[in-house]
């Protein structure tokens, strides 16, 4: 009988959620900044922050961290990745299940979870990740949680800063009157639409980061692979 071989479990999975998420921390703060410059939010270039210019990204990079290992290690392992790689074995049906040829490492052309699958799968494990990242971004980027609510007031008071509603709003509280308050809620809704639409960019920014067009061809998510450091580093794993 063959031995029972353990799967990536403990500090396999531990180790490989995190390398992935160490990866891809620089392409997620590259896209967040990008957003969070004055010219894509549509702040005058020559206006001087109130705040520093990471002020937008703050709460959403805050909400992913403080997420994004447990939701990351779900999509890959139990989600995909999971039990022993053991079938039946073709010449002993009736005998005990025995690892397929590869299995369970370095090569393992069965859909478990060990080091050996992870490697033969690479290309769909990539995407597991790349989905999960992009997905878990676009949600905290669009509106109806706490997070983009945040995003939403730091924006009207940074372009409130540079004459905007909310800027005038406050200023002229006293003496608003019938006409000017309509305008300025006009004003206010505009600048709302505006970083509506910035934010929508989340998705497509990302992938292009990684490689992609931004038009939904992620090429093969050429800048997110890690293709042979990856491999290797799962390889490392019992």
Not at 71 to 87: D, M, T, V, W
Not at 109 to 126: A, E
Not at 154 to 167: M, Q, R, T, V
Request: hydrophobic letters at 30%.
């Amino acid at each position: 009988m063959s031995a029972v071989v353990r799967a990536c479990e403990g500090q396999c999975i531990v180790g490989i959620t995190n390398a992935f998420l160490s990866n891809y921390s620089h392409p997620i703060i590259t896209v967040l900044r990008e957003m969070a410059s004055p010219s894509s939010l549509y702040i005058h270039p020559d206006h001087r922050h109130s705040s520093p210019p990471d002020f937008l990204i703050k709460p959403i990079l805050s909400s992913y961290r403080k997420d994004a290992y447990t939701r990351l290690e779900h999509a890959i392992f139990p989600s995909y990745f999971h039990g022993k790689c053991q079938q039946k074995d073709p010449r002993n049906p009736n005998g005990p299940h025995v690892n397929p040829p590869g299995c369970p490492n370095p090569d393992c052309p069965v859909v478990c979870g060990t080091p050996g699958s992870l490697v033969h799968f690479y290309p769909r494990l990539r995407y597991i990740v790349y989905n999960e990242t992009r997905y878990h971004l676009q949600t905290l980027a669009t509106p109806g949680n706490k997070v983009y609510e945040e995003v939403e007031r730091n924006f009207l008071k940074e372009a409130g800063g540079s004459g905007g509603a909310g800027h005038r709003r406050r200023d002229l509280a006293p003496a608003i009157g019938g006409t000017m308050l309509p305008r300025i809620r006009r004003q206010e809704q505009a600048l709302k639409e505006k970083l509506r639409m910035m934010m929508r960019q989340v998705s497509p920014r990302l992938e292009k980061a990684c490689g992609g067009t931004g038009t939904g061809n992620v090429r093969g998510l050429q800048k997110c692979s890690w293709d042979s450091t990856m491999k290797g580093y799962i390889l490392s794993f019992p």
